[in-house]
């Protein structure tokens, strides 16, 4: 393989071939996003392309938000496979899809573009990847627990939040700093709650504000905490969650996976509770892209070491 830029720009793409004249195999597949150089996507997705044999090769793509539509097109024009989306393009994507999957939909956010007869297809694994970080870490379905979810107001919080109601989780709990929004979210939601499955008198769904009393509330009803906040990814972040309220009993799931042993990690092992960070998350949903770009299983454990390398000193 050829070794390609670190990040290449939208006039790049507009002169793929001669941009990328120099790259072999040919770079069919991207990320784009602004920033975009932080990315680990093509750690990951390289080797597996390599493992599956499959001859393209993955880069970055540094798209700012004005250029989303005509950057979207040009994967047309110049034979993309398709694309990953990341900040600031997820929700912006909507509009340039020519047709998109019911969890995209529902989310309103599209995370992968599937390029396919000259149409763009939108989809979010996003969701579906936690979904099956949660089986991998914790050995249980969504369908089955009862889900707290911190920070249910922003993008990452809303996507797992969908995906807890279209699986029918046992109940769902969302807290944010601005409860509004995990009110809203609730409301939107309730559909999917409808029928009573938990005996006992705590409601299928609620919303309620990110405070230690309202939390505490919740604690002995709850088997899986998520913290889908950006808390915890800097030094001296105020906690996600005190530590007084982690029960043995819960899974903490930390969407934050750098750094890796996370303080909420830190706090739960205190606790006796078990813990994970956001990289299966990070992999399932590569995993999931893969496969809606090429209709076949992904190379699983290719991608695996390829993220975990990607964290490895250089
Ligand atoms: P976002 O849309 O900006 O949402 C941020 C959320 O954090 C909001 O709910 C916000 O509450 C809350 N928040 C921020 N500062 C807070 C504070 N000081 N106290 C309490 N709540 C606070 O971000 P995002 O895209 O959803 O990402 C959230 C986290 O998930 C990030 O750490 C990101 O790296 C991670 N993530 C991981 C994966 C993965 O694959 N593992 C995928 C996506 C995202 P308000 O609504 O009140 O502002």
């Given at each position: 393989m050829s070794t390609s830029k670190d990040v290449y720009t939208f006039a790049d793409l507009c002169d793929w071939s001669q941009s990328t004249r120099d790259l072999q195999p040919p770079a069919k597949l991207s990320v784009f996003g602004d920033p975009i150089a932080h990315s680990r996507s093509p750690q990951m997705h390289n080797p597996a392309l390599l493992a599956a044999g499959i001859d393209a090769q993955y880069v970055r793509l540094h798209v700012q938000p004005d250029q989303l539509g005509d950057a979207l097109q040009q994967l047309k024009e110049q034979n993309f496979t398709g694309t990953n989306l990341t900040i600031p393009h997820k929700a912006a994507a909507i509009e340039h899809m020519d047709d998109i999957d019911e969890t995209a939909r529902r989310i309103g956010a599209v995370n992968t573009v599937l390029v396919e007869d000259q149409k763009l297809i939108g989809f979010n694994s996003d969701a579906p990847g936690f979904a099956r970080a949660i089986r991998e870490e914790f050995s249980v379905d969504l369908r089955d627990l009862r889900i707290l979810i911190i920070g249910a107001g922003g993008g990452a919080g809303r996507a797992v939040a969908v995906q807890a109601a279209m699986d029918r989780c046992e109940r769902l709990v969302l807290a944010n700093r601005t409860t509004d929004k995990a009110e809203a979210l609730a409301a939107e939601l309730s559909p999917f709650f409808?029928?009573?499955?938990?005996?006992?008198?705590?409601?299928r769904l609620e919303a309620i504000s990110l405070d230690e009393a309202a939390l505490e509330a919740q604690m002995d009803n709850i088997d899986l905490i998520v913290?889908?906040?950006?808390?915890?990814?800097?030094?001296?972040?105020?906690?996600?969650?005190?530590?007084?309220?982690?029960?043995?009993?819960h899974f903490i799931y930390d969407m934050v996976y750098s750094p890796a042993r996370t303080h909420l990690i830190a706090q739960a092992e205190n606790a006796g509770a078990r813990a994970a960070n956001g990289l299966s998350m990070l992999l399932h949903q590569g995993a999931i892209s893969f496969e809606y770009w090429f209709n076949r299983e992904a190379p699983l454990e290719a991608m695996r070491k390829g993220i975990q390398d990607s964290f490895l000193p250089s």
């Open positions: 409808k029928e009573d499955r938990v005996s006992g008198p705590m409601a913290n889908a906040t950006s808390l915890g990814m800097k030094r001296g972040d105020p906690e996600a969650l005190p530590s007084a309220l982690i029960q043995p009993h």
